[in-house]
């Protein structure tokens, strides 16, 4: 698709919130209204159930409909209130992040373009047969679909594939640190704490091949902080690997490290991947089937690709990089190239000029 800056067409464009968080689709979808807005778009954003926008600063002109918590003001508002709100704010297009059917249904019978971002890779969630034909409805109620890598696109079907486009996830954050020169001797993960994410086998790698300058941080929370604290007990590494638990702006925690190990069994696009090779850090990940890392990452040029569950090709990874300062200063330089090909106007163009294809 060639891409055009469009500066002179204005549109009016819906998002719906569920969830104000910092997670990855939660950080895009925010970037995407405040990005949009700037260029004069006329932005509406749909709000209901526990969604707190206090501590969120949206632009001063984005129309924010919020609504009651209780189920029955929720039961009534998606079955009568969105088709209603569609039609008498004359939307161009509403972008559905995740599959909210309500959304996808209203805006069906209301003749309202819906494009719907999926943000996971459904091949790898429970209940894997009911996801994939919630996607399928979806995506046929809908005009467009946005995907974040070409292997899950070409797990539906050829006619899904030629209304929909990839996009991948830009550096968010506009206040990134440049690479530092100097670094401490510091591994850092970051993540929820939960069985995907495999921070188990980082701590069991870690221990096994503990070098006596170096300590492992990870920053997150989740529904696995004592079991994770009680295998680090077990491996006697207290004092060696930390769990940070939830802290503001990681990124500036994470900026001195040396190294950035991401263990996932799955994932989407990580954003913490992207910002620790523009911020300039050595990065091992594991070659998740998505193929968000190997899209990512060139193996051994700006980065590490493993195996997923493979703790032996992790720990070799990690001593390589270690030992070898000459290989590991090469993959740092290289990351930061991420910052050019993933910058946020690249991105933003790539929805603005797909929207107008759909309007079109």
């Not at 039609?87 to 599959?99: E, P």
């Not at 996971?120 to 209940?127: A, E, G, L, Q």
Request: glycine share 6%; proline share 2%; aromatic share 10%.
């Amino acid at each position: 698709m060639q891409l055009v800056r469009i500066v002179d067409l204005n549109m009016k464009i819906g998002f719906q919130i569920r969830s104000i968080s910092f997670g990855g689709g939660e950080r895009v979808q925010q970037m995407l209204i405040h990005e949009f807005a700037k260029l004069g778009h006329e932005i509406v954003l749909f709000t209901w159930g526990n969604v707190e926008l206090i501590n969120y600063n949206f632009p001063h002109d984005v129309v924010i409909l919020k609504r009651k918590r209780n189920k029955f003001s929720q039961f009534i508002y998606e079955l009568y209130q969105i088709p209603r709100e569609l039609i008498s704010r004359k939307l161009d297009c509403i972008i559905v992040f995740g599959l909210e059917e309500s959304f996808i249904l209203s805006s069906f019978f209301t003749k309202t373009s819906s494009i719907v971002s999926l943000r996971v890779d459904p091949r790898f969630k429970k209940s894997q047969i009911f996801l994939k034909q919630r996607c399928l409805i979806s995506f046929s109620l809908s005009r467009g679909v946005v995907f974040q890598t070409e292997k899950v696109q070409k797990y539906f079907s050829r006619k899904i594939q030629s209304k929909s486009v990839v996009i991948t996830n830009p550096i968010i954050d506009d206040h990134l640190l440049t690479p530092r020169i100097i670094r401490k001797h510091k591994i850092v993960s970051v993540g929820r704490l939960s069985l995907e994410k495999n921070f188990s086998m980082l701590i069991k790698a870690f221990a096994n091949i503990c070098h006596e300058d170096y300590t492992l941080h990870i920053y997150g929370e989740g529904e696995l902080q004592i079991e994770l604290e009680n295998l680090i007990l077990k491996t006697g590494m207290k004092d060696k690997i930390i769990l940070e638990g939830y802290v503001d702006r990681v990124v500036d925690k994470i900026s001195d490290a040396e190294i950035y190990v991401l263990c996932s069994d799955f994932e989407g696009i990580p954003n913490s991947l992207i910002e620790g090779m523009a911020m300039g850090l050595a990065c091992i990940s594991t070659n998740f089937p998505s193929g968000a890392a190997a899209d990512l990452i060139n193996n051994y040029e700006n980065g590490i690709l493993i195996q997923v569950g493979d703790q032996k090709q992790l720990e070799n990874s990690i001593k390589l990089l270690i030992k070898d300062k000459e290989f590991c200063i090469k993959l740092m330089n290289n990351a930061t190239r991420v910052r050019e090909v993933l910058k946020k106007e690249i991105i933003i163009d790539k929805w603005i000029n797909y929207i107008i294809s759909i309007l079109n």
